[in-house]
């Protein structure tokens, strides 16, 4: 295969990789909200009362409501790159089809930055853009692919979809357990969750893992316990 060829090839699968990484990444963010928001709710609960029936309120409420949330944001969020992303095609296409031949140069001078002699980067520049001269622009220019633009609905579900499992551990800590051991086991059961999670957020991201874990499991033990303590204030000074 031709080294220019290969080169493309490679750096979209480098963008490929790079946007897995970057879902997966949001995925385990996603949970990590769903489990810190849920919990620190239903803690707050149990502090001020011990009826199943008002933790189940609270959690459901906050699970379902937490997940659209997240995943309204999202679309909204991934819809405006989304827009830019076609803004910025449509502005390339009218590039090339008003002054060619500066885009061409333009293109060319593009490739020699990257290392390529002035002629080889001519002919290079050439013979892709009679291949594909959009694509050939958008890639090197923009590091952009028109057949992969980013998907509000697919983000938006994939951050409910996270959101949801991420909550359902605390949710079922909660109500599973004695009434006595339920503000315990459920602040070990997420405590431990988001050690997990900081770990793997940290692993995928190439960070540190210590600092990253300490860093979301004080955050969350913090807001358990403030959440806790309110709910307890409220409860025995007859609030609620």
Same mark, same amino acid.
């Not at 909204?76 to 089809?97: P, T, Y």
């Not at 001269?133 to 923009?142: F, P, R, S, Y």
């Not at 210590?210 to 913090?222: E, K, Y």
């Given at each position: 295969?031709?080294?220019?060829e290969?080169?493309?090839?490679?750096?979209?699968?480098?963008?490929q990789?790079?946007?897995?990484?970057?879902? $997966?990444?949001?995925?385990? @963010?996603?949970?990590n909200?769903?489990?810190v928001?849920?919990?620190?709710?239903?803690?707050?609960?149990a502090?001020?009362?011990?009826?199943?029936?008002?933790?189940?309120?609270?959690g459901?409420a906050? *699970?379902?409501?937490?997940a659209? !949330?997240? =995943?309204?944001?999202e679309?909204v !969020?991934v819809s405006?790159?989304?827009?830019?992303e /076609?803004a *910025?095609?449509?502005?390339?296409?009218h590039?090339l089809?008003?002054r060619?031949?500066?885009?061409?140069?333009?293109?060319?001078?593009?490739? /020699?930055r990257?290392?390529?002699?002035?002629?080889?980067a001519?002919?290079?520049?050439?013979e $892709?853009?009679?291949h594909?001269?959009?694509?050939?622009?958008?890639?090197?220019k923009?590091?952009m692919?028109?057949d992969d633009?980013?998907?509000?609905?697919?983000? =938006?579900? !994939?951050s409910?979809?996270?959101?949801?499992?991420?909550? $359902?551990?605390p949710? $079922?800590a909660i109500?599973?357990?004695?009434?006595?051991? /339920?503000?315990?086991i459920?602040? %070990?059961?997420?405590?431990v969750? +988001? %050690? @997990?999670?900081?770990?793997l957020?940290?692993?995928?991201g190439?960070s540190?893992?210590?600092?990253?874990?300490? /860093?979301l499991?004080g955050g969350?033990?913090?807001a +358990? +316990?403030?959440?806790?303590?309110?709910?307890? +204030?409220?409860g025995?000074?007859?609030?609620?």
């Amino acid at each position: 295969m031709p080294v220019t060829e290969v080169i493309p090839a490679i750096e979209t699968d480098d963008r490929q990789i790079g946007r897995r990484l970057n879902w $997966l990444r949001a995925g385990v @963010l996603g949970a990590n909200d769903g489990i810190v928001s849920v919990a620190s709710l239903v803690v707050g609960v149990a502090g001020a009362t011990t009826s199943t029936s008002a933790l189940a309120t609270a959690g459901i409420a906050g *699970l379902v409501g937490g997940a659209i !949330s997240m =995943a309204l944001g999202e679309y909204v !969020s991934v819809s405006s790159q989304r827009d830019s992303e /076609r803004a *910025l095609i449509a502005r390339e296409r009218h590039d090339l089809a008003t002054r060619p031949d500066a885009e061409l140069a333009t293109l060319a001078l593009l490739y /020699r930055r990257r290392g390529l002699s002035a002629s080889t980067a001519d002919t290079v520049a050439r013979e $892709l853009t009679a291949h594909d001269a959009l694509a050939a622009h958008l890639e090197v220019k923009l590091h952009m692919d028109a057949d992969d633009l980013v998907s509000p609905g697919h983000a =938006a579900l !994939s951050s409910a979809v996270s959101f949801t499992f991420g909550a $359902l551990l605390p949710l $079922l800590a909660i109500l599973l357990p004695p009434a006595g051991l /339920r503000v315990p086991i459920t602040f %070990a059961a997420v405590l431990v969750a +988001l %050690a @997990l999670t900081g770990s793997l957020s940290a692993h995928i991201g190439g960070s540190g893992k210590r600092r990253a874990t300490l /860093r979301l499991v004080g955050g969350g033990l913090l807001a +358990l +316990l403030a959440t806790w303590l309110i709910g307890s +204030l409220l409860g025995t000074t007859g609030i609620v």
